[in-house]
């Protein structure tokens, strides 16, 4: 079982950037592909990115690439998102998640585990 913890969230001015962490638990993290994933007040949730177990192959939402990277550090079981040229568009609670493999990184109810959600904040 992994347990996760979202952290990194803020209140930014537009154009701004905030990096998001998220720490997992267990010593299996490595096997696992990571999701972030976010949801705006009224809207449903949506994909933001996701990497591949090995850290090797990145996914982006259309939205945010070219702005945000995500990276893994599998000896620090963290997974983390690099958010620049912040938009207003991109408020919402950041949430990561996991799951056995890549197949279908982008649906989240292909994910098993959850952390808890991080408030982000782009003001214009």
């Known amino acids: 079982q992994v347990q996760l913890v979202d952290s990194g969230g803020g209140l930014v001015q537009a154009g701004g950037s905030l990096r998001l962490s998220c720490a997992a638990s267990?010593?299996?993290?490595?096997?696992?592909?990571v999701g972030w994933f976010r949801q705006a007040p009224g809207k449903e949730r949506e994909f933001v990115a996701a990497i591949s177990r090995g850290g090797s192959i990145p996914y982006y939402a259309d939205s945010v690439k070219g702005r945000f990277t995500i990276s893994r550090d599998n000896a620090k079981n963290t997974v983390y998102l690099q958010m620049n040229s912040l938009k207003p568009e991109d408020t919402a609670v950041y949430y990561c998640a996991a799951k056995g493999s890549d197949s279908y990184y982008w649906q989240s109810q292909n994910y098993y585990y959850w952390g808890q959600g991080t408030q982000v904040t782009v003001s214009s």
């Open positions: 267990g010593r299996t993290f490595s096997t696992y592909t």
